[in-house]
């Protein structure tokens, strides 16, 4: 009966009625257990070099593992822990995770690039700096191997602020990038006030690439953009050989998407992305000698 109940109880999470405010509640409570009880898990997702195929760099996605409940994707739950304050822990731990994965991995892998997602909570947060510092310094990680995500329009929001801790990220020697790029409302006047080395281009216009010519010149002077302002270039949610092949006419130089990768568990990247002398997951080589 109680079973039942708890399953009725998950369904309605999904659904839009995850907004009334009991539900929220439980799942708060569920959520605010799970960092104790080591349900979060980071799978990753590889960033590749378009003209070789090789892997770059690899974003840390985070996923909850619920016990009754199977994995539970982010974005139904870091908005409510954005609403919670408790980003502040979990973003904390998605950080030491991921910094303390590519410090292994860079042994075998010497130029590997950790992507970690930040909330524009974390962002506005004092202390961001020193926390990160912190972490670098107990896992005695370069911090040119870290490259931070804050997307558009968690950058815009408080712009003055963000550009200064932005600045002293950037001081530290941390990398950083605009993610979902163009979903935003970003003037480009404020764009090149942040300390970028990276643009990630919003997989909505990798999508809609096939349907017209508008969204074409869009992706063409946003690559142009990005290449004018000597930032690395990524395009997101690759699916499709034609899709990777019009960003490639762009002279895109990175991208991401299924057509190479979905995100994967730590093992399963070993396995797939670094064995000296196995060959590339089939879609990537396909992909790529048909480009
Ligand atoms: P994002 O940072 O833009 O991450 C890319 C999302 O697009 C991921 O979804 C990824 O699985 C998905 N994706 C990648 N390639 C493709 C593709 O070819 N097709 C399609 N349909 N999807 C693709 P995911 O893992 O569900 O993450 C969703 C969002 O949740 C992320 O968007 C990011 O904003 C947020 N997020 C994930 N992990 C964290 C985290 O540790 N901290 C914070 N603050 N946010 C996170
Ligand atoms: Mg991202
Ligand atoms: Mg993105
Ligand atoms: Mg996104």
Redesign the pocket.
Same mark, same amino acid.
Do not use: M, W
């Given at each position: 009966q109680a079973k039942k109940r708890g399953k009725n109880r998950w369904v309605i999470f999904s659904s839009d009625m995850y907004q009334r405010k009991s539900e929220r509640t439980l799942m708060e409570k569920d959520l605010r257990r799970a960092l104790d009880r080591e349900e979060l898990v980071?799978?990753y997702?590889p960033i590749i070099k378009l003209d070789s195929g090789e892997l770059n760099s690899l974003?840390?996605? =985070?996923?909850w593992k619920h016990p009754e409940h199977g994995f539970i994707?982010?974005?139904k739950f =870091?908005p409510l822990a954005e609403q919670t304050g408790l =980003?502040e822990p979990?973003?904390k731990w998605?950080l030491k995770e991921a910094c303390r994965q590519v410090k292994i991995w860079r042994e075998s892998n010497k130029s590997l690039i950790m992507n970690?997602?930040?909330?524009s909570k974390?962002l506005e947060k004092a202390g961001l700096e020193r926390n990160i510092y912190q972490i670098l310094q107990d896992i005695n990680l370069d911090p040119a191997c870290l490259n931070l995500?804050v997307?558009e329009s968690a950058a815009m929001s408080k712009l003055e602020s963000n550009v200064r801790t932005l600045k002293r990220l950037k001081f530290m020697g941390i990398r950083l990038s605009i993610?979902?790029f163009g979903t935003g409302y970003s003037s480009l006047a404020h764009l090149q006030r942040f300390p970028l080395d990276e643009l990630?281009i919003?997989?909505s216009f990798i999508i809609s690439l096939k349907a017209g010519k508008a969204c074409h010149r869009i992706v063409h002077a946003i690559v142009e953009l990005a290449l004018g302002l000597k930032l690395k270039m990524v395009a997101?949610? =690759?699916?499709t050989n034609s899709q990777l092949n019009m960003v490639k006419t762009f002279n895109c130089h990175y991208g991401?998407?299924?057509?190479f990768s979905?995100?994967m568990a730590a093992n399963e990247i070993e396995k797939n992305w670094f064995t000296v002398g196995k060959e590339r997951p089939f879609a990537l080589s396909q992909a790529m000698k048909a480009a």
């Open positions: 980071l799978n997702q974003e840390a996605l =985070i996923r994707s982010p974005g =870091i =980003i979990i973003g998605v970690v997602n930040l909330s974390q995500e997307t993610d979902d990630k919003d997989r997101e949610g =690759i699916e991401q998407g299924f057509l979905k995100a």
